[in-house]
């Protein structure tokens, strides 16, 4: 069976409107890519695909909770709150729209549960990243206008501070895109989640957040 061209035009546009999408949000550099990479919540491994296809690395690992990554060999079925590597494996740690933003709406929607996941991914991308390793996250959303920013926002707080006392990292966080502002009235909003809403509030910002692991082995030369 051959696969339509239109089909095929469609998923190349896709992934290449991805890869694009890594690039800016990430920041990523031509020399980001002689690193060795993970990828978390990668989907299908859209990236690391891409980013072979164009002959700009082919040591970018994927790993996904609900996908198969296109190469087994190079990623895995897996939750980021517990990666199936060793300590130290990666020179950059890397999501895009995933981590940590999709776990503040998974399972269990209390800010407790929230906050567990949000801290035990953080610390598991900064466990697995080499020393003098660095770990991006983007979007990372912070606003207050939905409880469910507030949540997060707040969990994602907990985690800088948590791998900053447990790693000794540094962390930044970059805002990029504009404030987005609510263009909904109360009335419309209202109904959101049972959310009591408030139009003058900044709905969400988004920023690239970077955790830079401390080169330990620099230090003792
Ligand atoms: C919006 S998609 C982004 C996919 C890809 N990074 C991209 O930019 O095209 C979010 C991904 O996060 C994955 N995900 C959700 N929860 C996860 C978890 N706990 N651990 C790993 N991946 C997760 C989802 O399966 C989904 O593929």
Redesign the pocket.
């Known amino acids: 069976m051959t696969i339509n061209p239109e089909r095929l035009k469609h998923i190349e546009d896709h992934e290449g409107q991805?890869f694009k999408?890594?690039v800016t949000n990430l920041r990523l550099s031509p020399e980001d890519f002689d690193k060795k990479i993970l990828?978390?919540?990668?989907?299908i491994g859209?990236?690391a695909k891409a980013s072979k296809e164009r002959g700009l690395a082919n040591d970018i690992y994927s790993?996904?909770?609900?996908?198969v990554p296109y190469e087994t060999g190079k990623g895995a079925v897996?939750?980021?709150?517990r990666l199936p590597f060793p300590d130290k494996t990666f020179d950059l740690i890397i999501?895009?729209?995933?981590?940590p933003n999709?776990?503040s709406s998974?399972f269990d929607h209390n800010k407790e549960a929230v906050e567990k996941?949000i801290v035990d991914?953080f610390d598991e991308c900064v466990r697995v990243a080499k020393d003098g390793g660095e770990v991006r996250l983007s979007p990372v959303f912070r606003g207050d206008y939905f409880e469910s920013y507030r949540v997060l926002s707040a969990a994602v707080t907990k985690a800088l501070q948590y791998v900053k006392e447990k790693y000794n990292v540094d962390v930044e966080e970059i805002k990029i895109g504009d404030k987005r502002e609510s263009s909904f009235s109360d009335e419309e909003t209202a109904h959101i989640d049972g959310e009591k809403s408030d139009s003058d509030r900044i709905v969400r910002e988004d920023y690239l957040v970077i955790i830079k692991k401390p080169n330990n082995n620099l230090d003792e030369n």
């Open positions: 991805t999408e890594y990828d978390v919540g990668s989907g859209s990236f790993i996904d909770f609900h996908f897996a939750d980021v709150t999501s895009n729209c995933a981590i999709v776990l998974q996941r991914a």
